[in-house]
């Protein structure tokens, strides 16, 4: 199995680097949001740490790494002159983040699956590369943005979380952090996953108490999730229990202390441009999420079995499901949100969305509530294998870090689906073989639009290109 990674990873690694020279071939210049990071990194390569430019929302980790990464490098190797923070040379940092992302979900895929002993080596090294290529995030690697430095931070410090090595996950998850404010709620994760199992061991003896064997602490009815809900107010309310849980997650408790500080003294979780990522209430947000991982998802989520299971479910509760739809229809109606970004920039994937589907008519949006329910069902159903505790914890996380964001971007998307996906049960090999061969597809789209489909705005000389 150790060959087999090492192949792999050398296999992906080396496609890598060759996408990475055709995409600096072709855009040698900074390009989108490139614009902003790379003349703030170039500033700190030279020394000019209080030079900040004011349309930069992030706090400054990658460009904090990128020069004790590049700098030290240039020296090793002899390095002067233009070649030193260029474009390619700050591009090429993303690269390295890449690889220790394959790294990490691979080893992320052998901790949380550990007990699975009918998963093969095959199959962990098969699923690493596939989640390593999933394409909104493989795409980034060849751009100097904060994504892929904002995956491997968040992913190590879940995987130290894993591990029980908590203070060095709260560390990683204030470099997560660093890279991208939301990155806190992944804090949240990590602390809840230890909340969540202590929870777990503390239902199996209250069931045990009580000989009820027809509640399990794994899957259950809507009446079930009553008691749970119960449950967990009257551990949570025991000074035992706090102090307890306290003992266990107190480097997580500084994180999140400092965090609000932050806020506090900033006034707000945004750094620069408060005007354009200003936080609200997005509701649909969380359906959005639901459709781009029914879509990326399609081989676990989109089967005959789930869709009869589905139907089965919606006959059994007619009035659950009922209750569900109205909901979500007063979501759509009193908090849908159109970003000015959405509607003006056609670089972007998420404007054909919006225009094709969205804007075709008025009740597109409302037609689509059915679909909305199935993805979020199926979505559901695929965690079952989780604790009722750990999952209601991840769909927290889920909302904080979806429905405040008034922009539909599928970047945001990112962290929540992978450690979705990390966590799902293994299905068969050649379900697998099927998600790696549409990421493959939709990469190679993304990159051939990217590359060769240019085009240029009527009041700019600049060549503009499609991407996510």
């Known amino acids: 199995e150790a060959y087999g990674f090492s192949g792999a990873m050398s296999g992906a690694f080396l496609l890598s680097c060759l996408l990475f020279a055709a995409v600096s071939r072709r855009q040698r210049g900074p390009y989108m949001d490139e614009v902003f990071h790379v003349p703030q990194a170039q500033a700190y390569c030279h020394g000019r740490f209080l030079q900040w430019d ?3 929302t992030t706090l400054p980790g990658l460009y904090l790494l990128s020069v ?3 700098k030290p490098a240039a020296w090793l190797l002899g390095w002067t002159g233009s070649v030193v923070c260029s474009v390619g040379m700050l591009r090429f940092i993303n690269l390295l983040f890449s690889a220790g992302n394959f790294y990490l979900l691979y080893l992320l895929l052998f901790r949380i699956h550990q007990k699975n002993k009918a998963v093969s080596g095959f199959q962990r090294i098969l699923l690493a590369l596939t989640l390593a290529m999933f394409p909104t995030l493989y795409f980034f690697t060849f751009l100097y943005y904060t994504d892929p430095g904002s995956v491997f931070f968040t992913l190590f410090s879940y995987l130290m ?7 060095t996950s709260a560390l990683l998850g204030f470099c997560g952090f660093m890279f991208r404010q939301t990155n806190i709620v992944w804090t949240v994760f990590c602390a ?3 909340v969540a199992e202590k929870l777990n061991e503390a239902w199996k003896i209250e069931l045990q108490k009580k000989k009820d064997e027809r509640v399990s602490s794994r899957k259950g009815s809507f009446s079930d999730l009553t008691r749970v809900l119960q449950f967990l107010v009257e551990y949570l309310l025991s000074p035992k229990n706090l102090v307890t849980l306290t003992a266990l997650t107190w480097p997580y408790i500084i994180l999140v202390s400092l965090f609000l500080v932050f806020v506090f003294i900033n006034g707000g979780i945004v750094v620069g441009d408060r005007s354009s990522h200003e936080a609200c209430l997005h509701f649909p947000q969380l359906f959005y999420f639901l459709s781009f991982t029914g879509f990326f998802s399609f081989p676990h989520l989109l089967t005959p079995t789930k869709i009869r299971k589905f139907l089965l479910s919606v006959r059994k509760h007619p009035v659950q499901y009922s209750l569900i739809t109205v909901t979500s229809l007063f979501l759509i109606w009193k908090f849908t949100y159109v970003h000015k970004y959405l509607l003006a920039d056609n670089r972007h994937y998420t404007f054909y969305v919006w225009r094709k589907v969205f804007q075709r008519h008025e009740l597109v949006k409302y037609l689509l509530v059915p679909f909305y329910i199935f993805a979020g069902w199926s979505f559901a159903d695929t965690l079952k294998s989780k ?4 999952i209601l914890m991840y769909f927290v996380c889920l909302l904080a870090v979806t429905v405040p964001q008034k922009l539909l971007e599928f970047r945001y998307f990112i962290l929540p689906f992978l450690i979705y996906r990390l966590n799902i049960p293994f299905l068969s090999l050649y379900r697998q073989l099927l998600e790696l061969a549409f990421y493959i597809l939709v990469n190679a789209v993304t990159f051939y639009l990217f590359l060769n489909r240019t085009f ?4 700019s000389d600049e060549v503009q290109r499609f991407m996510w």
């Open 54 to 56: 004011p349309m930069i």
């Open 192 to 194: 809840g996953n230890v």
């Open 161 to 167: 979380c894993l591990y029980g090595n908590h203070k």
């Open 387 to 390: 604790s009722i505790f750990w």
């Open 68 to 70: 004790g990464v590049v």
């Open 456 to 459: 240029q705005w009527e009041n």
